[in-house]
């Protein structure tokens, strides 16, 4: 079975057309019509894509002696060296965060106003929550190997992690700045009901920053060489 023979089989497969074999390998359609007639070959970058693009094999691939399609296998990922900088913080932050917090309720229940030194425990929090979900979505590819997706579901993963990060960043920040440094009754009713309450949630809630820990961690993985 030749390489032509193999690439129309596996495109016919997954029921694409050669214009949408071109666009997820960033080539022309007439690059793919020539190399399934068999007029040419793909150039490195493209032949190292197919593989990936096909979930084959790249021996399979190129040896024209076999006809069954081999699964490709699972590369297993690199943990970096951000990725056990990020687990230390999540571990220190864990450790520094829980007693602060305490201090902070013991604190308030006296004095009825939040001591200067809150928002560093609310930054240790959102640290220590993030830093768990980036972990676990590190541990989880370590484990399982390549995130099965394409390039663009990959891209909207990422947009979607970075702005549900942005987003409840903003929420604690509108919180901080309206108890720490705005005067008490300024803001507009209508500030409170669509601003401050979901801030309010947000720092009642931390562990929501898991989210864009989880999707920003899995996009940053790399596969191990």
């Not at 596996?10 to 390998?25: C, D, N, V």
């Not at 943990?79 to 201090?103: C, E, K, Q, R, S």
């Not at 590190?138 to 484990?143: E, K, P, Q, T």
């Not at 979607?160 to 720490?180: K, R």
Request: aromatic share 12%; hydrophobic share 55%; net charge positive.
């Amino acid at each position: 079975m030749t390489f032509s023979e193999k690439l129309i089989t596996l495109r016919a497969g997954r029921g694409w057309s050669q214009e949408k074999l071109a666009a997820e390998l960033g080539v022309t359609r007439q690059a793919v019509g020539r190399w399934e007639k068999g007029a040419g070959l793909p150039d490195a970058k493209s032949l190292a894509a197919l593989p990936r693009v096909f979930d084959v094999e790249m021996e399979w691939l190129l040896n024209e002696s076999e006809a069954d399609p081999q699964p490709r296998r699972a590369k297993q990922m690199q943990l970096m060296w951000y990725d056990w900088a990020i687990a230390a913080t999540a571990l220190v932050a864990a450790l520094v965060a829980n007693p602060l917090g305490n201090m902070a309720s013991e604190h308030f229940k006296i004095r009825i106003i939040y001591p200067w030194w809150m928002p560093a425990v609310i930054i240790l929090v959102i640290m220590m929550w993030f830093s768990l979900g980036w972990t676990a979505s590190a541990l989880i590819a370590r484990i399982f190997g390549e995130l099965p997706v394409e390039r663009r579901v990959r891209r909207a993963l990422l947009i979607v992690g970075i702005a549900a990060l942005a987003l409840f960043l903003t929420m604690e920040a509108l919180w901080s700045i309206q108890v720490f440094f705005g005067p008490r009754g300024y803001l507009p009713e209508l500030w409170g009901w669509l601003l401050m309450n979901p801030a309010l949630f947000v720092l009642r809630n931390p562990e929501l920053f898991l989210v864009p820990g989880v999707l920003l961690g899995l996009c940053a993985r790399r596969k191990a060489r």
